[in-house]
């Protein structure tokens, strides 16, 4: 991961309760903080472009990002078959 003083991306979240990225760059440890709200669809329009720009840029934030989604998938699937078998 890069962290190369990326213009700093303060978040808010409006009154659509979304988060919004108040600056266009977005350094490594920001998107890291923004990552449960990427695949939750909680950030803006402006905010998931900026993000996902920062992914173009950056293959470690987008390996991190993969790695991140595959543990999800994998505690999902982990509790789903807990379910199953206690059923």
Do not use: I, Q
């Not at 213009?7 to 920001?30: D, H, Q």
């Not at 505690?75 to 789903?80: E, G, L, Q, S």
């Amino acid at each position: 991961m890069r962290d190369d003083g990326c213009a700093g991306a303060a978040r808010t979240r409006g009154e659509s309760g979304l988060v919004t990225v108040a600056t266009p760059g977005l350094t490594c440890r920001e998107l890291v903080e923004l990552l449960a709200d990427y695949p939750a669809g909680e950030l803006d329009r402006e905010a998931r472009s900026v993000f996902a720009g920062h992914l173009v840029e950056c293959p470690d934030c987008l390996a991190y990002l993969w790695s991140y989604a595959e543990t999800m998938r994998l505690v999902k699937r982990a509790y789903d078959d807990e379910a199953e078998v206690n059923v």
